[in-house]
Every structure is written in structure tokens, then in C-alpha cells.
């Protein structure tokens, strides 16, 4: 009798089985006019239309209208995993996540677009890519109406509503809106690059990243600015470009209000607030809050100078000092003074010269409180009171403040004049002295007394000239203490004592 049962079982499971050969389907109608072949999945798809939810979680509350869809649901609470990848070991908690998987391995794309070929892994991402050719944005934000082709995109627009950056870095405590971001941001402490050329080895962080570079090699510039016809290899790159011609500048730093191009400049600018620095070099554990400052930096410990001069072979670490060094050759002076119309070849001695038509000096010495132009001479002075003198002359040992003094110096051991005067010939060891004798030449007296109105050539015979106005005698003798207007007045004087 339980063998005739068993087999009774058996026997319905098979007539059941056999119409999905024969397309037979009497057991019912859904309320839609779909058929089913079997009484239980008529009731399971009765509840699309119904609402009905009869299998609820007791972990959290969630209810399923398939007993099936719970059970794969409270692997969520357990942590269960059943469905194991036989290539790589990693695990699932359902079957069709698995083979989705799986397709990485194999390589398998089965959904293939319409429109341009382009094959996918998962049916998701090919709907989402349709939306290129269709335009479609179906996700709507709620706050500022912006459209979304993929939900995913709209959530994480909508933290920029909130505020909400749930990827937090374990390293440094620094959080983030995508796990993308997070991710990205971790080889700054890892200093991973896991994609690489293939044509000559260099490694990057991002895939985006490679795709770039790998223009270098095949010169393919595919995107053209329709105002100027300049091409670009990459798309972002046009796009700041396009700015040269609107003047937009639409990032906005909320802390001061100043605007840029581009929203890499803002977020660089934003770490002058925040004080955030998060490139650290491994070497030294020095941290930069730019990418390319902590890269030049590197160049410090492996002594590399990439960078070399095609006229005279000079070598250097960072791009910007090349191009700045090629001005000696080129003579170019882009920097022009706008009160005297000088011109340099550095922006730096432009805002240094500029300072002499200011009068500003904006660094002081915290020992007397002198202050002076540049960072340099302040660097420079600040040795008057530690008596420090790093520089020190390999052929007699003599010990200098300042660089540029010490190679003043090393002219009297080489006797080399390198500075020589074009309308006289005449030589001199520092281009100071050239400048001052070319005055001879041009009759140039840049320098002027506020009190009587008379010019100089040069800075140091109007200071000597003013303590005629002043009565300042700064010059003292250590023997009898008397005192005097210069230095060389002083230095005759100390003869008669010795």
C-alpha cells in the first residue's frame, strides 16, 4: 500500500512534469487570463494581484508573497551563504548571483545591446547602457527633480542632499559617499595599482585612468572642441577646455566663494580649509594635499630627475622646473611688472619685484622683528642669530649663510667671471655686479631719496646717502667705540689701531 502511494506520488509528478512538454495547462486562471499548469503556482501568482504577503520575516518584520523569496531573505540575518564559486572559493547567497559571478571567469556576456553590439554580463547593466541611445532617465530626485538613468546613480545624488557618506576609511577615519570613492581613496594607503599598460608597464589606480593613458600610445584624440577644433583624448578633458570659451566657472567653494572649472581644482582648493593633506609619502611620512606635490616629492629619496634639458642636458625632478630652466635658453620673460614694466622669467621673482613698488615685507623675523620681501632672505637672516652657515667651500673650508654667497666666494679660488658686460666687454662674478655696472652704460638711477629727491644706481649708496637725513652713524668701533656712516669709513678707521 505505501509502495502503491509512493508510486501514486511519483506518477502525479510525472503527469505534471509531461505538460510542460505538451503546453497543457487546466488547472486554472489567474484573474489576467494566465494559465498555470499547476494549482499551487496559480495561487502564488493570484497574490501579484491581491497584494497578499503571507510568509513574514521574525528577524525584521519583512514580509514575501513566496515562501522561497523569505528563505533566500533570512539568509540576510544568518549569514548563509550555500552557493560556493568552484574557481575562487567565494560565496553566495543565492544560485542566480552565483552564475552572474561565474560569467567573470568565463568571460560570458549573453545580453547583447541592439543599437551597438556592445555585449554585458547581467541584464541590469544592459538596460541601463539602452538608456544611452533611448536618452531615458526614469529616476526622478524628489529634492531638485535632477533625472537618473540607473537608481543607483539616484541614490547617490541624493546624498548630496543629506549629507550622508556611509564608506568610511579604517586607516584614516575619512569618509565617503560611494564605495567606489572609499575604494579609490584606500591606495593612497596601500599604494595599489592594479591596472596596467600593456605597452609599457606603467600601473595605474583606476581603469579610467589606463583608458586615458593608452591614447598616449595610439595619439587618438577622438573628442574636438567645435569653437577651436583643439582635440582631446579624453571627454572630461574637452569639457574643461569648452570653459576657456564661456568663462563659466560653475564649482563653487562654500567656504569663500571663489569658483573654478573644474571640480577636481575645487576639491584640491577645499583642503587650504580643511587643512587635509591625503597623500603621505611611505619614504618620510611627509603628506602633501596634491598627488603631483607628494610625486615630486618621491623624487627626493630615489634621486630621479626625469625631466632633462634638450639644450645643455640639465636634469630635473619636476616638470615646472624644466620649463622654467628652458627660459635661460629661450629668453623668454613672460612676466611682466605692470608699475615699471620689468619683465622675469618666474612668476615668483614677479611677486617678489613687486613688493619693492608695494613696500610690502611680508615675513618677519621673530628673534628683531626686521622683516623682509621674501621667505629666502628672511631664511637667509634668521642664520645672524643662530650662527648657522651650511654652505661651506670645498677648497678652504670656509663657511657660508647663504648659497649664492659661497658661489660668490668660489670665484676667488676659480678667478671665473662668468657675467660679462655687452657694450664694454668687462667681466664681473655675479650678475648684481653686471646689473649695476651696466647703469654706467645707461645712466639708469632706479633709486631714489623720499627727502631730497636724489637717484642712485644702486640700493646700497641711497642707504648710505639717507644717513645723511637720518644722522644714524650704525658702524661702531670695537677698540674706541667711536662710530660711523659706513662700513668702509669703519674699516679705514680700525687701522690706526692696527
Known sequence: SKRRGGLSKTSTQLKVHQKTHTGEQKKGFSDCGTSFCQLS??????????????????????????????????????????YVCSDCGKCFTTYTVLKVHQRTHTGEKPYSCSDCGKSFSQLNNLKSHERIHTGEKPYSCSDCGKCFKTSNELKVHQRTHTGEKPFFCSDCGKCFTTSSDLKLHQRTHTGEKPYYCSDCGKRFKTSTQLNVHQKTHTGEKPFLCSDCGASFSHLGTLKTHQLIHTGEKPYVCSDCGKCFKASTELKVHQRTHTGEKPYCCSDCGTSFSKFSQLKTHEHIHTGEKPYVCSDC?????????????????????????????????????????????????????????????????????QRTHTGEKPYSCSDCGKRFKASNVLKVHQTTHTGEKPYSCSDCGKRFKTSTQLKVHQRTHTGEKPFFCSDCGVSFSHQGTLKTHQLIHTGEKPYVCSDCGKCFKTSTELKVHQRTHT
Do not use: M, W
Open 41 to 82: 503556482h496559480l495561487k502564488t501568482h493570484e497574490r501579484i494581484h491581491t497584494g497578499e504577503k503571507p510568509y513574514v520575516c521574525f528577524d525584521c518584520g519583512a514580509s514575501f508573497s513566496r515562501l522561497g523569496t523569505l528563505k533566500t531573505h533570512q539568509r540576510i540575518h544568518t549569514g548563509e551563504k550555500p
Open 313 to 381: 642636458g640639465a636634469s630635473f625632478s619636476h616638470l615646472g622646473n624644466l620649463k622654467t630652466h628652458q627660459r635661460i635658453h629661450t629668453g623668454e620673460k613672460p612676466y611682466s611688472c605692470s608699475d615699471c614694466g620689468k619683465s622675469f622669467s618666474q612668476l615668483n621673482n614677479l611677486k617678489s619685484h613687486e613688493r619693492i613698488h608695494t613696500g610690502e615685507k611680508p615675513y618677519v623675523c621673530s628673534d628683531c622683528r626686521k622683516s623682509f620681501t621674501t621667505s629666502t632672505h628672511l631664511k637667509v637672516h
